[in-house]
């Protein structure tokens, strides 16, 4: 039984290129435990929630405490706190870099006495469940290269994402809702975003993300149109299933039995997907922790039940993007907005999903491409100054899955700007999230144009100090 | 200055390779130039002796400055100096003869070569006993050879562990593999010897080495167990360090007192030490094959129809025959005929994952007696305090999720507190009150209670 993981391997069922497996695909019966079918190692979670507040929120203003930048609001940033670090082109030719102070003011909470900002409150408030982890640091001063990096460990598009790599390796551990899930909410403000950080690169393409949309309705066309019922809708897929039999067998092209598996998706969808988004379940106590924006699809607190329901669901990976953190300009106005959209929906989800017992084998992860300069972008006198971007150092969190709970990990220096002890890469960021999950990244790879390919390229180290 | 020095003398070691090799090739010409084919080679000599002579006399300079150090005393050390020096004067003795007193030189070079190679053999020797202590060469050889030798025999191989001495079978061979390069009797560092006992017990330049019954301020203990990048961290200079195992087995060696000449058996031992010295022992099979050896192995068949069943199976890890099951197709009622086709498999069950599958107490009496489970999640059905008691028998149960079954209640749970594994139970939703929590929290040491999250809301126009 080796192989109950390699498992059902032996099991024809498990290669999803035998004709075998595709008849299991095409009958409907998919066993659908990814390649690895269990963990290289004793997973500590089953499952991963990744918010990605994409713009890139200020560590200085929510995570990083420093009480040495409003004790200098105003005066130069130290030339040798800056050095050498690449600055974007918006501010790197500014003649002077004043220290704009933390916008709001800092305490610190529960057991840990963790600091966070009164900016995020009710995360602060179950900060007793985080684990921060204040080093991440990038090599990407730009949005779409450090999304592309932080999600598929390259910054071009064209690799798979972590969600993907999970999926192949791991599959879903319910049949009738798509292994990863990707919701967004809140409008881009010209930060691009694509889906190829939630694609599938050369991996098999139903292991991509599939996006649920901002809406009451999260996938379209779902429902059977009128005068087409259930068992009409079967016998057509059934004859399509045979036709598609008969293709891959002549040209064995994988993409036959993607396709056909998503066209099998879809009908399962039918059903599940109304029963997720239907949330007239919920008792009101449990909506009101979440926060008033629940009622209103496609907001980041309906993403955030919506992902607790799908949760316990057994969804394998889902990605919730928070948009609109790009606080070039005017972020005293706009930064306080955000933070109140996202602090109690993800404090909530944490909350909710501890009380069900599913916080233990979930990891929740909550950050950032990047930071934002300590220093001020324009002019610091001016109502609408912002921050730019900073990829030295920024702060994210994780709970649940194994982590340890009331942490914090690594530390920056007096202007949250440099790494000073435990630097984290994101590619040891994507390698301890696939450690979690039981997977070793330098395991998992896929051979694609005469090479082998893995998440973590050649790089990428399991932070063991923050597991529990 | 003298740290300058030390530096340049550490390039000893890699200098001195230079005048063996002049040596060998000039002696290999110096034996073809006889031939009159290869004659011409004897207006090469002059040079070759010059660069041979030279290096030795950079070498022994290094040498000397090495030595200055003062970690190496004893026999080997001097007698590695006095033949390094007389390889020195000896070829330079050559070189001018070469140079100088060509018919002198074809009379004595038969016997100068002879001598040459003895004397650079002998500095070589001595030269390995420092480094690589002096019984580095003769450690596997045939026992006869190590009698030759004037060395104890080689210890027999342990195949108990109850007969393995805790010195010299465990701890001793540990520092000698990894320490005795630089605290054996001819080089010691920080004034340190490791190869006896009593050698070890005398300390070093810090003072005592070890402290009978206390690893914690023992100074062997300490210097092995810092971070790696620390300056006092030993092994030094890269060398490879001790396993964590190692560490253990050492810090347990000092805080009971330094046994040795004794057995195991008479000891008494904890089964985690046990353990770890079966390991070092090499008398156990590695921890995966322990844990893969802790569930029986399930047949694939088997596998296969609990998948007909309807049930999703995965391994606890690939490296495992531990079995997480849970319910192919979410939101679909259980039947006893999935729960009975369970109980073939049921040694091997680590996780059962019943969530919202209209568990009912009936159902759950078939999982009576499944004394492997780790993790059960029965969350959201509908069970009573009555089938509860199934639950009690389960030895290895550590979580227990039971939210959302409002017929439990605090009688039912009251019986989970004799439970000695379950370390996390799940009570929100259920009718178990908060001194039915209270009381069972007092009855149950390091149980962690979950109910409903507590979360303060606040008024969402605060700032």
Known sequence: MQKMGVGAASIPLLDPLSPAALAQQLSGSVLNTGVLGSGHIQPRAKRVICMHMLGAISHVDTFDYKPKLAEMHGQDIPPSVRETQRLSTMSGGQSAFPILGPLAEFRQHGNSGAWVSDLLPHIGSISDELCFIKSVHTEHVNHDPASKFLHTGFQIAGRPSAGAWVSYALGSDNQDLPNFIVMNSGISSGVPQDSAIWGTGFLPSHHQGVQFRAASDPVLYVNDPQGMDRENRRNMLDAMSALAQDQYQDSLDAEVISRLSQYEMAYRMQESVPEVADISDEPDYILNMYGPDVHTPGTFARNCLTARRLCERGVKFQTLFGMGWDHHLAIRQSLPVRCREIDQPAAALVMDLKQRGLLEDTLVMFGSEFGRTPFAQGDIDNFIVGRDHHGGCFTWWFAGGGVKPGFSYGQTDDFAYNVVENPVHIHDLNATLMHILGIDHKQLTFRFQGRDFRLTDVHGKVISDILA | ?463
């Open chain 2, 1 to 463: 200055m003298t740290e300058f020095i030390y530096f340049l003398g550490r390039f000893h070691v890699l200098v001195l390779h230079l005048p063996i090799g002049m040596l060998l090739l000039t002696i290999v010409l110096d034996f073809m130039s006889r031939s009159a084919r290869h004659h011409y080679l004897m207006q090469a000599l002059p040079l070759c002796w010059a660069a041979t002579a030279l290096s030795a006399v950079f070498t022994v300079v290094l040498g000397m400055m090495h030595f200055s150090e003062g970690d190496f005393a004893g026999p080997s050390a001097s007698a590695h100096r006095n033949y390094g020096i007389s390889v020195a004067v000896v070829s330079l003795a050559v070189w001018f003869m070469a140079a100088k007193l060509p018919a002198l030189y074809q009379q004595m070079r038969l016997y100068s070569n002879v001598l040459l190679i003895a004397l650079v053999t002998m500095t070589g020797h001595y030269g390995g006993n420092l480094t690589h202590g002096s019984t580095y060469l003769v450690e596997y050889a045939p026992q006869s050879i190590r009698a030759l030798a004037g060395l104890d025999p080689r210890r027999t191989e342990v195949t108990d562990i109850t007969l393995a001495d805790p010195w010299h079978d465990i701890v001793h061979p540990m520092l000698m593999a990894r320490c005795s390069s630089c605290h054996n009797n001819d080089k010691q560092s920080g004034e340190l010897n490791m190869s006896t006992l009593e050698s070890l017990l005398a300390g070093g330049k810090s003072g005592v080495s070890v402290i009978s019954g206390d690893a914690d301020n023992s100074e062997l203990y300490l210097r092995i167990s810092l971070p790696e990048t620390h300056d006092d961290f030993m092994p030094a200079e890269g060398k490879t360090p001790l396993s964590d195992s190692q560490r253990e087995i050492i810090r347990w060696w000092i805080d009971i007192g330094l046994p040795a000449d004794t057995l195991l058996a008479d000891l008494s031992l904890t089964s985690a030490i046990t353990s770890v010295l079966a390991i070092e022992l090499g008398l156990a099979d590695s921890g995966i094959q322990q844990m893969r050896q802790s569930f029986p192995p399930v047949a694939d068949e088997t596998i296969a129809q609990l998948i007909n069943q309807g049930w999703q199976v995965r391994a606890l890890s690939r490296e495992s025959n531990g079995m997480i099951v849970s319910l192919l197709s979410k939101g679909q009622p259980v039947t006893a005929q999935m729960l009975e086709a369970l109980r073939i498999v049921s040694e091997s069950l680590v996780e059962i994952n019943l969530a919202s599958t209209g568990m009912t107490d009936e159902l759950l009496s078939l999982l009576a007696g499944f004394n492997t489970l780790q993790t059960l999640n029965l969350s959201n059905n509908s069970l009573s305090d009555k089938s509860l008691a199934v639950l009690y028998s389960m030895a290895s149960l550590h979580t227990l999720n039971l939210y959302g079954n409002p017929q439990i209640t605090d009688g039912g749970i009251s019986g989970l507190s004799d439970m000695e594994n379950l370390s996390t139970i799940y009570l929100w939703g259920t009718g178990v009150t908060q001194d039915g929590m209270k009381g069972l929290m007092a009855e149950s040491a390091g149980l962690m209670i979950h109910g409903q999250s507590e979360m303060v809301l606040l008024d969402s126009s605060v700032e």
